[in-house]
């Protein structure tokens, strides 16, 4: 059985930092793509970063560009989002997920249960 379980949600100041987690369990996701989306309450899910198989390639939404870095370890089966300069607006319930290397949800297959970030001012 597959599992993306996320983790380092939680609440912080704008500015402040946070790192997310997600570790996948019930297969090798090594030659897979991995994402990040979020989706705030009353909002659509929204793309915020993505990571190709190798880790060689990145790509992130226009909002969260120089402030968020997403990275994978193979060997642990796991991808991180390092959230910097956090602000009020990106406060949102943050998804992991496995696919193709895409900005489009429907290009990914497996997903976690989604960790709570939330930026007060």
């Known amino acids: 059985q597959v599992q993306l379980v996320e983790s380092g949600g939680g609440l912080v100041q704008a500015g402040g930092s946070l790192r997310l987690s997600c570790a996948a369990s019930g297969r090798t996701f090594s030659r897979y793509a991995m994402g990040w989306f979020r989706q705030a309450p009353g909002k659509e899910r929204e793309f915020v970063a993505v990571i190709s198989w190798s880790g060689g390639n990145t790509y992130y939404a226009d909002s969260v560009k120089g402030r968020f870095t997403i990275s994978r370890d193979n060997a642990k089966n796991t991808v991180y989002l390092q959230m910097n300069s956090l602000k009020p607006e990106d406060t949102a319930v943050y998804y992991c997920?496995?696919?193709?290397?895409?900005?489009?949800?429907?290009?990914?297959?497996?997903w976690g249960q989604g960790t709570q970030v939330t930026v007060s001012s």
């Open positions: 997920a496995v696919g193709g290397y895409s900005v489009d949800p429907s290009r990914f297959d497996y």
